[in-house]
């Protein structure tokens, strides 16, 4: 986390002075608009890959909805799998790296 005395407003409220910068798209934010917890904006915080919280999601998993991103899902046709449904499925037999 980047914490930082800035003189430009928030770049998600445009109200409150911007003071954190996230770790994922590098915008400058207030508090407010800052996710401690995943030590993210809040943007960033609501498109996360809900397997590995690092990396922005790319879509959801056809069997059980979770937001993933590339790394954590597997693509057959058109539909985007996550390594948990692939993997019950057999699409896939090793596990993936991280």
Do not use: W
């Not at 994922?24 to 609501?46: I, W």
């Not at 890959?49 to 999601?57: N, S």
């Amino acid at each position: 986390m980047h914490i930082t005395k800035l003189t430009h407003l928030c770049d998600i409220c445009e109200e409150r002075p911007a003071v954190i910068r996230c770790r994922v798209c590098g915008r400058y934010v207030c508090d407010d608009d800052f996710d401690h917890a995943l030590n993210v904006c809040k943007a960033c915080s609501a498109t996360l890959c809900q397997v590995c919280r690092e990396r922005l999601a790319v879509g959801h998993c056809v069997r059980c909805g979770r937001l993933v991103c590339r790394r954590d899902s597997v693509r057959v046709g058109l539909s985007r799998y996550c390594i948990d449904c692939a993997r019950e499925l057999g699409l896939i037999s090793e596990v993936k790296n991280k």
